[in-house]
């Protein structure tokens, strides 16, 4: 038996720049090395037997952030965005001048990590950093014209991302869903 479920062929960033072409086949894609979700085989004689393992939590967390991890991936691949980095970019453009460190901390990033990802970022002209007005000894930030573009595309980007993965879920679960996964982030 197959089963169907949403492509990423069928959910891509709608912008033509960000268009790809679809993946193809059962087992993977030469490029990616990705199984093909649209094309699920399961039968349920031969489905495997995962044991113990399919009544913990964690083990399905994983495997959802996986599946999360991988769509986001494909769909930000032309950008060449992380999903920290896309983080960052929207943090910045929310919030111009915001320091570098106070980024770290509404991420949840170390500084290490931060300064890492926001090098990156200003190496690509995405943004820039100054010193605050405010307070000389903290890096404002702001996103440069290139980035503010790059921003708008990522976020077409994020509505088809979460499109496809809101799709699962009735608007009650979805805000359930919510709500319990910050009790274990916050």
């Given at each position: ?6 492509s990423?062929r069928?959910?891509v ?6 268009a ?6 059962f ?5 990616t090395?990705l199984?093909?979700p ?5 039968n349920d004689?031969d489905e495997e037997?995962?044991?113990a393992l399919d ?7 994983r495997?959802?952030?996986?599946a999360?991890?991988r ?7 032309d950008?060449g965005?992380t999903?920290?980095q896309?983080s960052?970019l929207?943090?910045?453009g929310d ?7 106070e980024v770290?901390?509404?991420?949840r990033?170390?500084r290490a990590?931060?300064?890492t990802i926001v090098n990156r970022?200003e190496?690509?002209g ?6 605050s ?6 890096q ?5 014209e290139?980035?503010?573009a790059v921003?708008?595309e ?5 509505e088809s991302h979460?499109?496809w ?5 009735s608007?009650a ?5 919510v709500?319990?996964l910050?009790?274990i982030?916050?």
């Amino acid at each position: 038996m197959i089963v169907r479920v949403l492509s990423l062929r069928e959910i891509v960033c709608s912008t033509n720049k960000l268009a790809r072409p679809p993946i193809t086949g059962f087992r993977g894609h030469e490029d990616t090395g990705l199984r093909d979700p649209a094309l699920i085989e399961s039968n349920d004689a031969d489905e495997e037997d995962i044991g113990a393992l399919d009544g913990i939590v964690g083990f399905h967390i994983r495997l959802a952030h996986g599946a999360v991890y991988r769509h986001f991936t494909e769909t930000f691949a032309d950008l060449g965005l992380t999903q920290k980095q896309v983080s960052v970019l929207w943090l910045v453009g929310d919030h111009p001048e915001i320091a570098q460190i106070e980024v770290g901390s509404r991420l949840r990033m170390d500084r290490a990590t931060t300064m890492t990802i926001v090098n990156r970022l200003e190496e690509r002209g995405l943004l820039r950093r100054e010193r605050s007005s405010s307070d000389g000894r903290k890096q404002a930030m702001f996103l440069t014209e290139e980035g503010e573009a790059v921003l708008e595309e990522a976020k077409r980007c994020i509505e088809s991302h979460e499109s496809w993965l809101k799709s699962r879920f009735s608007e009650a679960e979805i805000e359930k869903l919510v709500e319990m996964l910050a009790r274990i982030h916050d």
